[in-house]
């Protein structure tokens, strides 16, 4: 598949069909994940592939299997969601937290280095290995779009990463940035609208 057409079939993927990702497949999405640029030359990151159903269900124990309507409508209200579009985002994906990941034919996690303490940089290349790792994940995305499987993404909240790490056995200095969920999107599935941007009002020229 040529770039600009993963670009634009690139989505973000909560229902899956009951099919496999085959292991050469995953192992080829994962080689992609390391051609992306890094911060220190060294993509210090690790990939834990989870296709055991008990390890998934364990490490997913942790996240809600679902939310009232109530519950919802207070969600929005806290978060100060007024977009329609960014609504209708938040209603779609939410209730799916725990089904899409483990739904999926594997549940991968990303792991970087972190040396100084994420969570209060001293300046902002600190935050260059978190950077680093979104790219190498971006990479997932278009490569597993390319090979014909969707994927979708969750960010640890709570004690979610510290849960996982008990469960996975990763050492203290990586951190993982989220939870992707990789499966063969679910036919007839329509995604919800992605905002519309004209670029024109974003590009400047040489002036802002
Ligand atoms: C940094 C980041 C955090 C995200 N967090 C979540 C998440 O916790 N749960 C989820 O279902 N989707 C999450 N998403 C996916 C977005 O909801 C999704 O990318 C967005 O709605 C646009 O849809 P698209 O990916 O289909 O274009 C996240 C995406 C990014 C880049």
């Known amino acids: 598949m040529e770039l600009y057409e993963a670009l634009d079939r690139r989505r973000t993927v909560r229902e899956f069909e009951d099919e496999t990702v085959p292991v050469e497949v995953l192992e080829r999405i994962i080689g992609a994940a390391f051609k992306a640029p890094t911060n220190d030359h060294m993509r210090d990151w690790h990939y834990i592939i989870i296709r055991d159903k008990k390890v998934t269900a364990k490490l997913l124990d942790i996240i809600p299997k679902e939310i009232s309507d109530e519950d919802m409508d207070a969600l929005i209200k806290d978060w100060d969601l007024s977009d329609s579009t960014q609504q209708e985002c938040y209603r779609n ?83 993982m940035p989220c939870f992707i969920g990789i499966g063969k999107p679910k036919s007839g599935i329509v ?17 802002f």
């Open 93 to 175: 994906a939410v209730p799916k937290q725990y089904r899409m990941l483990f739904d999926a034919s594997a549940v991968i996690i990303p792991l970087f280095k972190q040396k100084t303490d994420i969570l209060h940089p001293d300046n902002i290349s600190h935050l260059n290995g978190f950077a680093s790792i979104w790219c190498s994940i971006e990479n997932i995305f278009l490569s597993a779009t390319a090979e014909g499987y969707g994927c979708n993404l969750r960010i640890p909240l709570g004690n979610e990463a510290e849960y996982a790490r008990e469960i996975l056995g990763f050492p203290d200095e990586y951190i």
């Open 191 to 207: 995604p919800v609208k992605q905002r519309a941007v004209d670029i024109r009002e974003r590009i400047h020229r040489d002036m």
